[in-house]
């Protein structure tokens, strides 16, 4: 099943084609480089080849107009204002929960089209999606119209479930952080849930929330008292989950308003990141303040 926009299409079909690549890739690149990315982080050698690889084959792709990942500091100017018809940014995550890698546990690729320039508000995404190298790989992709799962093989998706929507009943939950470092505030809503659900946290934020999308719950990275603005990015993390978990029929929120609608002051901002069922969203908004705000 394809994207009508066809520059839509292509950069979904390109990211799709890479992910077989990109798993077989893995091997090998697992080691830390002495760099680090926009955000301080101590990058793996897989980040770095991830990023080369799909911000060469997307930059390539007419109708992309900008090119901006997590581990890259600037956006990459392809030649088109986004603001133009048919001109589109792409922000990409090319390996979320790479520091899975050295325990081998699951991890994914994030992205995002953005109908605008960059950094944007979520509002402007046209389609988002994240590839899950779990014991398959798998696509989930969200438009305007629909979310959809792929399984990827070889270069091809295969659809698996042309209507994912969120669970009525939650199951699952998981939180970033230590809980040290969580307010009292969140704390008390973090003992409350996990007196209801089942812990569900992996560590890459792509593989706990593909959990809340199968089995209903809630995936959290609340802001901090070491860092009221939390650990994920908004550009290339928080809009994108929160697109899709909107679409699939759930609610997303920095604590305060759905992260859609957050305005970007910086491309690699930060901001607390929570996504699932909305009662147990609109739970937390009300118990815990944002300090952000
Ligand atoms: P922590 C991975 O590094 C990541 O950006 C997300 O994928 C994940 O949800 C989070 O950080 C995990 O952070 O502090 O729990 O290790």
Request: hydrophobic fraction near 35%.
């Amino acid at each position: 099943m394809t994207v009508s926009d066809p520059v839509v299409e292509s950069v979904i079909a390109t990211i799709s084609r890479s992910a077989t690549e990109i798993r077989q890739g893995l091997i090998g690149r697992r080691g830390t480089v002495d760099e680090e990315n926009p955000s301080g982080e101590t990058q793996v050698e897989a980040d770095i080849w991830a990023d080369e690889l799909l911000g060469d084959r997307l930059a390539g792709i007419d109708g992309v107009g900008q090119y901006a990942s997590e581990e890259r500091a600037e956006v990459e100017d392809c030649g088109g204002d986004p603001a133009m018809e048919d001109v589109y940014a792409v922000a990409v995550d090319p390996l979320d929960g790479s520091s899975n890698l050295k325990s081998n546990n699951a991890m994914g690729t994030i992205f995002g089209v953005y109908d605008a320039a960059l950094p944007a508000r979520g509002e402007t995404l046209v389609a988002a999606g994240y590839i899950l190298y779990g014991p398959i790989t798998t696509m989930v992709l969200a438009t305007e119209e629909s979310v959809t799962e792929y399984e990827l093989t070889g270069g091809e998706r295969t659809v698996v479930d042309r209507d994912v929507r969120l669970p009525d009943e939650p199951v699952v939950y998981g939180f970033g952080g230590r809980v040290p470092d969580w307010p009292d505030d969140f704390q008390e809503y973090a003992r409350e849930i996990e007196q209801e659900l089942k812990l569900r946290y992996g560590g890459a934020m792509i593989g706990d929330v593909n959990q809340v999308l199968t089995y209903g719950g809630i995936f959290g990275y609340p802001g901090l008292e070491s860092r009221p603005e939390g650990k994920l990015r908004l550009q290339f993390e928080g809009n994108p989950i929160g697109y899709i978990v909107e679409r699939a029929g759930g609610r997303s929120s920095d604590g305060n308003q759905s992260l859609l609608s957050v305005d970007p002051d910086d491309l690699h901002d930060r901001t607390p990141v929570h996504v699932g069922n909305s009662e147990l969203v609109e739970r937390l908004e009300d118990r815990v303040e944002n300090r952000i705000a």
